[in-house]
């Protein structure tokens, strides 16, 4: 059973309620709600039937990245798709944005919910996010599917300082975003167009109003503090990932790329981390490829997760 604690309903704006564009029939499948983990409140959308399965987003984005998946995964699976700390509806606190705090946070989340272990689908910072989880709390996490970027932190060397044009364009908001302050006096007023800038570097196939709704979403100084968190707090992620990369994963791990964006290099860099991965590079598709394909995203997810799915669940007693 949820705990009273979370069953508070929000609403407007970074909420189901306040969605644009849901697929049809989505509020009958899902809820908005604020759960409490540990010492945060994190706001996370849930519905479906079955063994839980746990979605982090990526930045700049929140839970409404996975909308176009959601419902078909509803049909097998208790889809519970969580705005990150710093991010969407959930809290954002001054610290804890490295990826070992953020992963208790999910751990917490889970606890919460009442399961003892669940799968994992990660993208961008979720996908870092979600391989602390995994390394972290090994035995919370059955199976994990990490998408979009070429290996966590501290896991792979870093992108040398001057990179090519289009590389460029894609990757200068990784130093960009570090810097403490000046970020959110530079962006203030200016997010539409940051943001825009963001998401056409690295797809080309995000509607104008999807852009407005994350921008919107980031319109206001905490929101804009919260979204560099993850970035600020590099350090200490890529010494920690140092110390991961020694216990390699044993789960099973799905490694998806985008063809148009860091295709086979997320396979190659979750080798280096785990033992048994399975990679998949989706034709067409840039960075936000739950976005970008969601049909192809969705067949991969369906066929990893089969086993999964067919295996009992367990709950936290």
Same mark, same amino acid.
């Given at each position: 059973?949820?705990?009273?604690?979370?069953?508070?309903?929000?609403?407007?704006?970074?909420?189901?309620? &306040?969605?644009?564009?849901? #697929?049809? =029939?989505?509020? @009958? +499948?899902? !809820?908005?709600?604020?759960?409490? $983990?540990?010492?945060?409140?994190?706001?996370?959308?849930?519905?479906?039937?079955?063994?839980?399965?746990?979605?982090?987003?990526?930045?700049?984005?929140?839970?409404?990245?996975?909308?176009?998946?959601?419902?078909?995964?509803?049909?097998?699976?208790?889809?519970?798709?969580?705005?990150?700390?710093?991010? &969407?509806?959930?809290?954002? #606190?001054? =610290?804890?944005? @490295? +990826?070992? !705090?953020?992963?208790?946070?999910? $751990?917490?989340?889970?606890?919460?919910?009442?399961?003892?272990?669940?799968?994992?689908?990660?993208?961008?910072?979720?996908?870092?996010?979600?391989?602390?989880?995994?390394?972290?709390?090994?035995?919370?996490?059955?199976?994990?599917?990490?998408?979009?970027?070429?290996?966590?932190?501290?896991?792979?060397?870093?992108?040398?300082?001057?990179?090519? =044009?289009?590389?460029?364009?894609?990757?200068?908001?990784?130093?960009?975003?570090?810097?403490?302050?000046?970020?959110?006096?530079?962006?203030?007023?200016?997010?539409?167009?940051?943001?825009?800038?963001?998401?056409?570097?690295?797809?080309?196939?995000?509607?104008?109003?999807?852009?407005?709704?994350?921008?919107?979403?980031?319109?206001?100084?905490?929101?804009?503090?919260?979204?560099?968190?993850?970035?600020?707090?590099?350090?200490?992620?890529?010494?920690?990932?140092?110390?991961?990369?020694?216990?390699?994963?044993?789960?099973?791990?799905?490694?998806?790329?985008?063809?148009?964006?860091?295709?086979?290099?997320?396979?190659?860099?979750?080798?280096?981390?785990?033992?048994?991965?399975?990679?998949?590079?989706?034709?067409?598709?840039?960075?936000?490829?739950?976005?970008?394909?969601?049909?192809?995203?969705?067949?991969?997810?369906?066929?990893?997760?089969?086993?999964?799915?067919?295996?009992?669940?367990?709950?936290?007693?």
């Amino acid at each position: 059973m949820i705990a009273p604690s979370s069953q508070l309903t929000p609403e407007g704006p970074g909420s189901v309620s &306040g969605a644009p564009n849901l #697929p049809a =029939g989505f509020t @009958d +499948t899902f !809820t908005s709600r604020y759960i409490a $983990a540990g010492k945060l409140r994190l706001h996370a959308v849930i519905g479906g039937e079955g063994p839980p399965l746990l979605l982090v987003h990526g930045w700049p984005e929140s839970w409404y990245a996975w909308r176009r998946l959601m419902p078909a995964l509803a049909r097998d699976f208790e889809v519970i798709a969580v705005d990150q700390r710093g991010m &969407g509806l959930s809290d954002k #606190p001054q =610290g804890g944005y @490295d +990826t070992g !705090t953020q992963a208790a946070d999910l $751990a917490a989340l889970m606890d919460t919910l009442g399961h003892e272990r669940c799968a994992v689908v990660g993208h961008d910072t979720g996908f870092a996010i979600s391989y602390a989880l995994a390394a972290d709390h090994p035995d919370r996490v059955a199976r994990l599917a990490l998408a979009e970027i070429p290996g966590s932190p501290g896991t792979v060397t870093a992108p040398p300082l001057f990179l090519p =044009g289009p590389l460029n364009d894609r990757l200068w908001h990784l130093g960009f975003n570090r810097i403490e302050g000046l970020n959110e006096q530079l962006v203030a007023g200016r997010e539409e167009a940051f943001f825009r800038w963001e998401f056409d570097a690295a797809a080309k196939k995000l509607s104008d109003d999807e852009i407005r709704y994350y921008a919107g979403m980031l319109s206001n100084p905490d929101s804009l503090r919260g979204s560099f968190g993850w970035y600020r707090a590099l350090d200490a992620t890529i010494a920690q990932d140092g110390q991961r990369k020694t216990r390699r994963l044993s789960i099973p791990v799905l490694a998806i790329g985008g063809e148009k964006s860091f295709g086979d290099h997320v396979g190659g860099a979750v080798k280096a981390v785990a033992d048994d991965v399975q990679s998949v590079v989706i034709a067409g598709a840039g960075h936000f490829v739950a976005e970008e394909a969601p049909d192809e995203m969705l067949a991969a997810l369906t066929a990893f997760l089969a086993p999964y799915r067919e295996a009992p669940a367990t709950r936290k007693p």
